[in-house]
Structure formats: structure tokens, C-alpha cells
């Protein structure tokens, strides 16, 4: 991942560094399947790794 190419994610602050960190781009448009999931189920699915919250 270029990081030049990187937004600034004010929505989810957390995002842009998880991103760098990673060195993966995080589409909305390629995981939307995951976050529809995620939204009706009121969590992640326990097979998807992720950043996680305190």
C-alpha cells in the first residue's frame, strides 16, 4: 500500500492507522458484505480479524 495514496478516515479515526499498520487498504465497497453482516448481527463474525475496540 502506497501510504501517499491514503485518506484521512474522520469518520473512524482509528482506521487510517490500522490501515498503515497493516499495510491493507480497508474498501468499504469490497467489505460490504462483512459490515451488512456486521450491522444485522450486532457483531463481527468471530472468522473476520480486525482491529478491536477498548
Known amino acids: 500500500m502506497d501510504p501517499t495514496h491514503l ?3 474522520p ?3 482509528e482506521l487510517e492507522s490500522a ?3 497493516h499495510g491493507l ?3 468499504e ?3 460490504l458484505d462483512n459490515l451488512v453482516h ?3 448481527t450486532g457483531h463481527p ?3 473476520v480479524p480486525g ?3 477498548t
Open 19 to 21: 490501515m498503515l499498520r
Open 38 to 40: 456486521d450491522v444485522l
Open 7 to 9: 485518506r484521512p478516515t
Open 11 to 13: 469518520w473512524e479515526p
Open 29 to 31: 465497497e469490497a467489505l
Open 45 to 47: 463474525p468471530q472468522a
Open 51 to 53: 482491529p478491536t475496540h
Open 25 to 27: 487498504p480497508g474498501y
